[in-house]
């Protein structure tokens, strides 16, 4: 008999709450997304998070400790070596990652990855260097459109991206390409974490807009997860938005299309709706990092995050008694640091259900592997032999 029927875990992507204990190894000093934030504009309106307890768990400017939290709190740790999506995510559900992915932010990617890339693509590569993705479109989206090129850029995650205009492009040319890429990037030496494909509309620089038909071509977890073992187990697995990317669909019985962030809570609150269901819905809610943590946009970010701060409360309302609640992140995007990459961060756990008696502060946990793992313990279900994380069930009382 489980505790809760349904479980939600929802990811705010990015939304980290300060340094982690091993930052600087990283190139992030004094980093704190939230704060910094909350510190950067004029007002910040989240009163669903503020009724939660998020100010009780991080101080910050215009929101208020809560007298009489409704949900548990604490930090989160990350243990694996990473401060990407694909590493937050997979020790979640029980993955510890101890070698991070390769990159190639200095150099760029090898000629003869390129080489292979535009010889099977049968286009010619522009770009091949760390940057931003709206700049790099105003820099050589033209440059693409009229000569027929193909723009590839990285970042300082394990990333390998491609842009590619749906008109001029084709989407489904695009994809291919990035399928391609995926392909030529398993080799060790050239394994990076994530192929995306960059779709966006636009003839010229100032006129680009990236669409919501972004694809991630993930490398496929190095192990099963508390994910294979609810499906394995019978459960329900709904991805929202990226997660089904992430996992590569292991482990996933249902996968849900996001939008975008705001689309990706509504179709939350359908899922909490419905009753024809028992088990886990994941979503990700990727806006806080792609569009404003990576652009440096602390306005912009906080914006996003009352947004999701309104869906919130419907999602609130709309859950069952018996229903649990997870909200978290999976690494830091400081909007207001240096560079315009990730930062490496403890992150927010809050845990809510309407039949719950306590709440309040729970102690810092050393892993993201807590979710996942108590997740399985609710259920009743084992968690796959080499993950990691321990169980805080009875500590959700």
Known sequence: MSRFNRVFVVVCDSMGMGAMPDSAEFGDVGVDTLGHIAASVDSFHIPNLEKMGIANLKPMNHVSPSEHPTAYYCPLKEASRGKDTMTGHWEMMGLLTTKPFVTFTDTGFPPELIAELEKRCGKKVIGNKSASGTEILDELGEQEINEGKMIV?????????????????????????????????????????????????????????????????????????????????????????????????????????????????EQTIEEAEKNDWKGLCFVNLVDFDALWGHRRNPQGYAQEIEKFDVNLGKLLEVMKEDDLLMITADHGNDPTYTGTDHTREKVPFLAYSGSLKGNGALSEKDTFAVIGATIAENFGVKMPEGTIGSSILNELK
């Not at 609810?230 to 249902?254: P, Q, R, Y």
Request: proline letters at 3%; charged letters at 25%.
């Open 153 to 265: 850029y990285t970042s300082a995650d394990s990333v390998l991206q491609i842009c590619g205009n749906e008109e001029t492009f084709d989407l489904a040319n695009l994809y291919r390409c990035c399928e391609i890429a995926r392909e030529i990037t398993m080799k060790d030496e050239w394994k990076v974490g994530r192929v995306i494909a960059r779709p966006y509309l636009g003839r010229k620089k100032g006129e680009f807009v990236r669409t919501s038909n972004r694809h991630d071509y993930a490398i496929k977890p190095f192990g099963p997860t508390a994910l294979n073992a609810l499906k394995d187990a019978g459960f329900d697995v709904i991805s929202i938005g990226k997660i089904n990317d992430i996992f590569v669909t292991e482990g996933i019985t249902e996968a849900i299309h996001s939008t975008s962030s705001v689309n990706g809570m």
